[in-house]
């Protein structure tokens, strides 16, 4: 193995000074133990790191936060309020009770990840952690690591037949200085399903690990929004494993935010499963520095299995986005379909867009491409619509939501996919003043 820089431990040894390990029971902490040796023989991201040229790590590797106020929303209604769900809620990442639903529904199985890992023995055992080593080959993901190693909470949730209804995991901001770091296991039987939702920015600063092992005939469904908070920073990481005819599908909507660092790792280890993973970020850098990386990687290790990776960005004011996607097909995975379409909306000359899709492809009877661009407003399209009598600035949030628009519709559920592009159009209405 080759030597880690000393910047890198440097960096890592003033991280950890600032964490404790959870306790836990005999798997938990042999889990933890290993997460904790993975992250000591990598370090910490540098900006050297081929997977973070795009996206400076600094004031993620920091001991504290920078401090984030929290952001007043005015009042406006909660994300995914009319949907009929049940609520966990995370405040600066410690779980809330009082303000949580019971955790008990038809057809699926929920706990603490806290009180999970104190028992000996536990289902959690067997994905706590490997969906994350695994993702670690053939791109380190030290944040991954670090949040294996010392995430003290988040849920274990065990879906045996089809969810009642969806489970909305709510993470509320309350401390300019708090540093959030929660974990959560989703395992998902043969023929299962389940919707799972997200919302809030969590914490002044976050680090997120999801793993979420679907088997096969299984339907996962993910919809999450970041929160609006200006100052806020995040680093969060989605570990799939999909069995065969299974489907996996998530959607990442982002407006505002400091820094966010948003990493999917999908490995299709079944015949006929679909991956289907997207996002639509909104960044404006007038008020505050906006950066936003998705960062995927998909591995087609299967017969006839479909992925499709669609992100668009809308940036202006100086905001930056960066989309790094790779499609991995293994020899033997013939008649592979894997689609990436990475596309930018710039709306002032001052704002980046930074790409690098990769296609790496061992087996011959494959239908695998990328496309990306990055360009202004269609002026014709905006003089179509000015020319009969729609203003300016109406005009331009009109044609910014059908940009967003392929995104969105790779959203399941078309009442939550109308919800979010009414919630865009009001938050464009708003910015209009």
């Known amino acids: 193995m080759a030597a880690v820089a000393k910047p890198k431990i440097d960096a890592l040894s003033a991280r950890l000074s600032?964490?404790?390990?959870?306790?836990?029971?005999?798997?938990?902490?042999?889990?933890?133990?290993?997460?904790?040796?993975?992250?000591?023989?990598?370090?910490?991201?540098?900006?050297?790191?081929?997977?973070?040229?795009?996206?400076?790590?600094?004031?993620?590797?920091?001991?504290?936060?920078?401090?984030?106020?929290?952001?007043?929303?005015?009042?406006?209604?909660?994300?995914?309020?009319?949907?009929?769900?049940?609520?966990?809620?995370?405040?600066?990442?410690?779980?809330?009770?009082?303000?949580?639903?019971?955790?008990?529904?038809?057809?699926?199985?929920?706990?603490?990840?806290?009180?999970?890992?104190?028992?000996?023995?536990?289902?959690?055992?067997?994905?706590?952690?490997?969906?994350?080593?695994?993702?670690?080959?053939?791109?380190?993901r030290p944040?991954?690591?670090?949040?294996?190693?010392?995430?003290?909470?988040?849920?274990?949730?065990?879906?045996?037949?089809?969810?009642?209804?969806?489970?909305?995991?709510?993470?509320?901001?309350?401390?300019?200085?708090s540093d959030a770091i929660l974990h959560h296991v989703v395992k998902l039987e043969e023929g299962a399903d389940l919707t799972l939702l997200e919302n809030g920015p969590a914490a002044a600063r976050f680090n997120k690990v999801l793993e979420v092992d679907v088997a096969d005939g299984a339907a996962f469904h993910h919809v999450r929004t970041q929160g609006r908070d200006h100052e806020r920073q995040a680093a969060t990481h989605i570990f799939a494993r999909l069995g065969t005819k299974s489907t996996f599908k998530s959607f990442t909507l982002t407006v505002n935010g400091r820094l966010t660092r948003n990493e999917t790792v999908v490995e299709m280890l079944g015949d006929d499963a679909v991956a289907h993973v997207a996002g639509a970020a909104m960044g404006d850098g007038a008020q505050d520095p906006f950066h936003h990386d998705d960062t995927v990687f998909v591995t087609h290790d299967a017969v006839n299995c479909e992925s499709?990776?669609?992100?668009?960005?809308?940036?202006?004011?100086?905001?930056?986005?960066?989309?790094?996607?790779?499609?991995?097909?293994?020899?033997?995975?013939?008649?592979?379909?894997?689609?990436?379409?990475?596309?930018?909306?710039?709306?002032?000359?001052?704002?980046t867009f930074l790409v690098k899709p990769e296609l790496e492809i061992y087996a011959d009877d494959v239908a695998c491409s990328h496309g990306s661009t990055s360009g202004a407003i269609d002026e014709e399209a905006l003089f179509y619509l000015r020319s009969r009598g729609v203003p300016e600035a109406i005009a331009t949030d009109l044609l910014v939501l059908a940009f967003l628009a392929d995104a969105i519709a790779e959203i399941e559920d078309e009442a939550i996919a109308a919800d979010i592009t009414g919630r865009l159009d009001g938050w464009l209405q708003r910015r209009r003043g």
């Not at 410690?94 to 529904?105: G, N």
């Open 18 to 140: 600032a964490l404790a390990t959870p306790e836990g029971g005999t798997w938990a902490s042999a889990a933890r133990h290993a997460a904790r040796a993975r992250l000591e023989a990598m370090g910490l991201p540098g900006p050297r790191d081929e997977y973070w040229r795009f996206t400076r790590p600094a004031s993620l590797n920091a001991p504290a936060p920078q401090p984030a106020a929290v952001f007043d929303d005015g009042g406006e209604a909660p994300v995914f309020g009319e949907v009929d769900r049940l609520k966990i809620v995370f405040v600066d990442g410690v779980f809330d009770a009082a303000a949580s639903d019971p955790l008990e529904m038809a057809g699926i199985e929920i706990e603490r990840l806290a009180e999970a890992a104190a028992t000996d023995i536990h289902w959690a055992r067997d994905l706590f952690g490997v969906l994350e080593a695994r993702g670690q080959d053939p791109v380190e």
């Open 143 to 177: 944040f991954a690591a670090l949040n294996t190693a010392f995430a003290a909470d988040g849920v274990v949730i065990r879906v045996t037949g089809t969810a009642a209804r969806p489970v909305n995991l709510i993470y509320r901001h309350g401390s300019e200085t």
């Open 308 to 351: 499709r990776q669609v992100f668009k960005k809308v940036l202006r004011n100086g905001a930056v986005g960066a989309f790094q996607g790779k499609i991995l097909v293994k020899p033997g995975a013939q008649k592979t379909d894997g689609y990436q379409k990475s596309q930018s909306l710039l709306l002032d000359e001052d704002s």
